[in-house]
C-alpha cells in the first residue's frame, strides 16, 4: 500500500497532465490537468494556509480580493473539445450539454500559481487572479454560481477546465475565487454549485 500512496503523491505533485477523450471520440486529447496540490489538501484540513510552497497567492497578488468582480454571464458558444466524453483515472465523465438548470452539494477546492499562465481546458490561459473554476461535466464555456454552506456567501465564476478529480469534491476555483468565498487559507470548504444563465 506504501508504494501505491507514494504513486499517488507523484502524480498529484506533477502538476498538469493530460486527459483521454473516451473511445467514441475521433477528436485528439485535449489538454487539462490533474487535482492540483492545494487540491490535494484533506477536507477537514484547517491548517494555516492551507497550500503547499510552490502554491498560494504569489507575489504580484491584489490586495483585496473581495474587491474583484464576479464573472458576469454572457451567450458564448460551446467548445467542441472539452464537451465531448473524456476519462480521467479509469473514470469516464460525460459534460452536460442540455442547457438545463444544474446543481449539486460537496467540496470546493482551489488551485493557484502552480499553474498560472498555463491552458484550461477551454484554450484560455489559467488566471488564478480571475474569477474561473474547474467543474467535472458542467459546459466548457457556462457560469456557476458557487455558495458557502457554511456562510451563505457566493460569488460567480466562468467555468473554463476540468477537474477536480477526487471523490466528494465538485469544484476547484481560482484563487482569487476561493479567497473571495473566504476559504483559500482552509484549502476547501463546502459548497452548493448552480448553474446561471445570461439574461435572455
Not at 458542467?138 to 477536480?164: E, L
Request: charged letters at 15%; hydrophobic letters at 30%.
Amino acid at each position: 500500500m506504501g508504494g501505491a500512496f507514494a504513486i499517488l503523491i507523484a502524480a498529484l505533485l506533477s502538476g498538469c497532465s493530460t486527459y483521454t477523450l473516451a473511445p467514441s471520440s475521433s477528436s485528439p486529447p485535449t489538454q487539462s490537468k490533474l487535482p492540483s496540490p492545494s487540491s490535494a489538501v484533506p477536507p477537514n484540513s484547517q491548517r494555516s494556509g492551507g497550500y503547499y510552497q510552490d502554491d498560494g497567492p504569489g507575489s504580484n497578488a491584489p490586495k483585496d480580493f473581495s474587491q474583484i468582480p464576479d464573472a458576469v454571464p454572457k451567450n458564448e458558444p460551446l467548445l467542441a473539445g472539452p464537451n465531448k466524453p473524456y476519462e480521467v483515472m479509469g473514470e469516464v465523465y460525460f459534460p452536460d450539454t442540455s442547457n438545463l438548470p444544474f446543481s449539486e452539494q460537496g467540496i470546493g477546492t482551489w488551485y493557484g500559481r502552480k499553474f498560472h499562465g498555463k491552458p484550461t481546458s477551454s484554450g484560455e490561459l489559467y488566471d488564478m487572479y480571475g474569477m474561473t473554476g474547474a467543474h467535472k461535466t458542467m459546459p466548457i464555456p457556462s457560469y456557476a454560481r458557487v455558495t458557502d454552506t457554511k456562510t451563505g456567501k457566493s460569488i460567480i465564476v466562468k467555468i473554463n477546465d476540468r477537474g477536480p478529480f477526487f471523490p466528494g469534491r465538485v469544484i476547484d476555483l481560482s484563487y482569487a475565487a476561493a479567497s473571495k468565498l473566504g476559504y483559500a487559507n482552509k484549502g476547501s470548504t463546502n459548497v452548493l454549485v448552480e448553474r446561471v444563465f445570461p439574461p435572455p
